[in-house]
């Protein structure tokens, strides 16, 4: 430190350290104010004043101290900021000098010595006070986070409100299962490390890659050197020429193929005892030399931290596999609860509207057969005023011939891509409407053209001569049918409430939870897995259907078996 932040920028630094007891140690360092030049000291270096260069030496001195402090295991560490710079409500000790010191080493309270033993007093108390903050927040947000938990099972008021948690929680089970599939396979897996046998510095040798290519080289060799030796006893063993061929060839001379027999078995013999040398080399280095010796010890060391860190994943992995599984059995029980309730209260609000919607119908026949009155068929206008003979036209055989197979097949399709046109460009649509375009829009163009012709042939059939007498019966209906009675009023509204009624969706009919996780694991969505009226969509016009025709099968059913059994009987008397 001293050489990086005095010597090199051109001081002399002259150190002493006062350590002699072992009170107050510490150190004072005398430094040179003058450049040094090679005719001797310089002009004074005022640069070395600066404040700026005073906190470079503050903060070197806080990073060397740190790691010292680091390196010899305390937990302790210094700040070169003042209190204040660090923002803290701390208050400064002052300095005691020399007198002071002594005193207090003596045993003996100076004035200075108990003004620093206050302000450590008041340290130690904000200290304390900043910790009992901290657990205070910490037991806050544990507090927050347990509510928050605690929160997603209640069971809410509204029916709406239970169907959407059911489904919801049906997602969150789904989701909770795969997650701890997954975590087993990984536990599973970091057992299967945990339990494998450690590796020693024998198995690293023995695999090592060098010393496997020499024993490989050795032992394809020494195959070899066998194979040729065996051809040249064999070759040997022939007559007395083969035998005096190969003495002659040993001695040097060249006498054909057994020279080169020769030749083979002594290369043979020179590259087996090559790689058996190269192989007993490798085998000294990885037990002698250091290098060796360390790389070993070091891949020893990283299968040992491979092995811990599997253990310390795998009890990881174990807790969030226990914390899953505690998580999904409550949320799966208060799943039950919601369903169990949402069932009993759907059956009862199901049953009710049935049986509202039976002593309607019923209403309805009864009122149906009293009221003499004939029912209107015209629509009704939403004013009192008659009907015009364009508008009476529209309900005319002809006009309504012309609508359905002529107008209709010509101009829908086009007319139902303009709104579709208008909704998604009602700015550009309407320019076009009013005109202001540059550029005609062909499709708005042909449907006006089919509008004119529209208008063109409703005229024409309300001003034809044949059609007056039609037209005038139309509107004489109107005006008849226009005043219903109270029993048509009262059977009109009946009506009203049934289709409204008939229309709605069943509710409940949720599935339990083993059969809904039996139908996801089938590929089902969990919302199609949670209830079967959702996915069948049943209204109560359905149901009710259901119901009349079960009846009527039933009642033909035992129409029928009464006449069964006298056939029956009559069979088995005229036996």
């Known amino acids: 430190m001293y050489q990086a932040q005095f010597v090199d920028r051109g001081m002399i630094a002259d150190i002493n350290i006062h350590h002699a007891k072992d009170e107050n ?38 990073q060397h101290a ?33 007198q002071a010191t002594e005193i207090e080493r003596k045993g003996q309270r100076t004035q200075l010595g108990d003004y620093n033993r206050e ?19 910490s037991l806050q947000d544990e507090k927050r986070q347990r509510d928050a938990y605690e929160k997603q099972f209640q069971i809410p008021e509204k029916w709406q ?26 536990v599973k897996r970091l057992e299967k490390v945990e339990n494998e046998p450690l590796k020693t510095r024998e198995h690293f040798i023995k695999n090592d890659e060098d010393l496997k290519f020499y024993k ?31 003495a002659l060839a040993e001695k040097g001379y060249d006498v054909g193929q057994s020279r080169d027999l020769i030749k083979q078995r002594e290369f043979y013999r020179k590259q087996k005892d090559e790689f058996k040398t190269n192989g007993l080399k490798r085998f000294h280095a990885l037990n002698n030399e250091l290098s060796e010796v360390k790389r070993i010890d070091d891949l020893i060391a990283n299968e040992l ?89 529209r309900h005319l055989d002809d006009f309504k011939w012309y609508e359905k197979n002529v107008f ?34 062909k499709l708005y163009e042909d449907l006006k053209i089919g509008q004119q012709n529209y208008l063109l042939r409703l005229k024409s059939e309300a001003k034809s001569p044949r059609n007056q007498q039609a037209i005038q019966e139309i509107q004489d209906r109107y005006v008849r049918e226009g005043s219903l009675s109270p029993s048509q009023q009262r059977l009109q509204q009946l009506k009203s409430e049934y289709n409204q009624i008939a229309e709605q969706r069943l509710r409940g009919g949720w599935h339990d939870l083993s059969e809904s ?59």
């Open 305 to 393: 931290h491979r092995q811990t860190q599997a253990h310390v994943d795998r009890l990881s992995h174990q807790k969030k596999i226990d914390d899953i599984t505690a998580h999904y059995m409550r949320l799966a029980e208060h799943t039950d609860k919601v369903v169990t309730l949402e069932n009993k209260e759907a059956e009862r609000y199901n049953n009710d509207l049935k049986t509202q919607l039976k002593s309607l119908a019923n209403e309805i026949n009864e009122l149906e057969k009293t009221t003499r009155e004939p029912v209107f068929t015209l629509p009704r206008k939403s004013n009192t005023e008659a009907l015009s003979a364009l508008e009476a036209a």
């Open 161 to 186: 409100d239970r169907e959407t948690l059911i489904i919801k929680n049906y997602e969150k089970l789904d989701h909770l299962r795969r997650q701890r599939a997954s975590l087993v396979n990984t």
């Open 517 to 575: 996780q039996a139908k996801m694991r089938r590929g089902y969505a969990p919302k199609d897995a949670a209830n079967t009226h959702i996915e069948n969509n049943t209204t109560f016009a359905k149901v009710l259907e259901k119901e009349r025709k079960q009846e009527q099968t039933n009642i033909r059913k035992t129409e029928h078996e009464p006449n069964h059994n006298r056939s029956r009987s009559r069979r088995s008397r005229s036996r």
């Open 25 to 62: 140690p510490h150190a004072h360092i005398l430094l040179t104010t003058r450049d040094v030049t090679p005719e001797g000291f310089g002009k004074k270096n005022r640069d070395w004043n600066q404040k700026d260069v005073l906190e470079s030496w503050r903060e070197a001195w806080e």
């Open 408 to 441: 209709y097949p010509k101009y829908n399709e086009k007319l139902n891509e303009w709104k579709a046109f208008e909704k998604a460009n009602p700015e550009r649509a309407e320019k076009i409407k009013n005109g202001s375009m540059k550029t005609k829009f």
């Open 66 to 98: 740190n790691r010292a402090l680091e390196r010899a295991g305390h937990d302790e560490r210094i700040d070169h900021r003042s209190l204040a710079a660090q923002g803290s409500d701390r208050l400064a000790t002052i300095h005691l000098g020399p």
């Open 119 to 137: 302000i450590r007093k008041y340290n130690d108390n904000l200290l304390n006070l900043a910790e009992t903050q901290v657990e205070i927040r």
């Open 216 to 246: 490989e080289g050795f032992d394809n060799y020494l195959e070899k050197l066998r194979s040729t030796h065996h051809e040249i006893e064999r070759q040997k063993s022939g007559s007395f020429w083969s035998r005096m061929k190969f």
